[in-house]
C-alpha cells in the first residue's frame, strides 16, 4: 500500500466515523412547518349543514384540531421539530368525544421526510370521491 491509497483511507475512515453526529445535527434542527389546511368537501355531509372536525396526527401526537371546520382555509403555521429523518402526517375526521375513537374517520397519511428541506411549500391532496371529501394540506421542510 503506498501512501495516496492510505491517507484516501485515512479520508472515508474519518468522513464515516464524522458522518453520523452531522447526520443527527440536521436531523434535530430540521423542522415541519404545516402553513395550511383547505376543505374543498367535507366528510361528513349529514343535514342541518354538519361540519367537519378535523385534526392532525404527527407522529402519533395531535398537533391541530378544529371543531367546526366546513369549507375554506385555514392557516396553521404550526412548526414541530423533526427529531428523525421522517414524520408521518395523519389526518381524521372526529366523530366521537375522543381523539382516536373507534368511530373516527381516517382520512389519509402522508409521509413527510428531512431531505425535503429547501423545496419550499408542498402539498399533499387527502380526496376521496366515493365518500365525498377533499382536503389538501401545504407544509414546508426547513
Not at 367537519?52 to 391541530?64: I, M, Q, R, S, T
Not at 381524521?92 to 373507534?102: A, I, N, T, V, Y
Amino acid at each position: 500500500m503506498n501512501w495516496k491509497s492510505l491517507s484516501v483511507a485515512a479520508i472515508v475512515v474519518a468522513s464515516t466515523s464524522l458522518f453520523p453526529s452531522i447526520l443527527a445535527k440536521a436531523e434535530s434542527s430540521t423542522k415541519l412547518r404545516i402553513n395550511s389546511i383547505i376543505c374543498f368537501d367535507r366528510q361528513d355531509t349529514g343535514g342541518n349543514g354538519r361540519a367537519d372536525e378535523p385534526y392532525l396526527e404527527v407522529n402519533g401526537k395531535v398537533v391541530w384540531s378544529e371543531k367546526i371546520f366546513r369549507t375554506g382555509v385555514k392557516n396553521l403555521n404550526l412548526e414541530i421539530p423533526l427529531n428523525s429523518s421522517m414524520a408521518r402526517i395523519i389526518l381524521w375526521e372526529r366523530d366521537g368525544d375522543d381523539f382516536h375513537g373507534s368511530q373516527d374517520d381516517y382520512l389519509g397519511s402522508t409521509r413527510v421526510y428531512a431531505t425535503q428541506a429547501g423545496f419550499g411549500e408542498q402539498k399533499v391532496v387527502f380526496k376521496n370521491k366515493q365518500k365525498g371529501y377533499h382536503y389538501e394540506i401545504y407544509y414546508q421542510v426547513n
